[in-house]
């Protein structure tokens, strides 16, 4: 007979991290990335939230952890700018994607589409992010991100919530 396991996905300061895995038994992590620790712990039942930690999706969790258990969830069309921009800051690739942007917008500024600048800086704002949509392709490009890569960064920040 096979026992359930129920991932609990957490994220905090390294210290207050140590002390939440502290006489946990089946540890994911912790992955520090940034100055914030990422865990998962797998325990048969629900366990409190430890002071000092966050919640976050398993999702989240097991794309940063490299640890996809079962079937994948689908890949959303669409995510919110919110989660998108959470799901990169934990993957370590907004500053990057960020800079991709800026540049995108500065070369359409010199060419004299002021216009396009505008609505592509404000759009990386303010925007929900497609899955098909020619930016997040390009995007994926540069930052060499595999199509299964993109998809579980989809997933995770679909798994984004406050």
Known sequence: MSETFIDHAWYGAPAAMAAAL???????????????????????????????????????????????????????????????????????LFEDAETIVETKANMLALAGDELGAETLREAWVKASFVRTSPLIAELATVLQLTPEQLDDLFRAAAAVSV
């Open 22 to 92: 502290a006489g946990q038994a089946n540890v994911i992590g912790p992955l520090v990335l940034d100055g914030v620790a990422y865990a998962t712990v797998r325990a048969p039942e629900p366990l409190p939230q430890p002071p000092g930690v966050l919640t976050m999706g398993p999702q989240l969790s097991r794309v940063l952890h490299g640890s996809w258990m079962g079937d994948a969830a689908p890949v959303p069309a669409e995510v919110t700018n919110f989660q998108a921009r959470t799901a990169l800051r934990h993957a370590g």
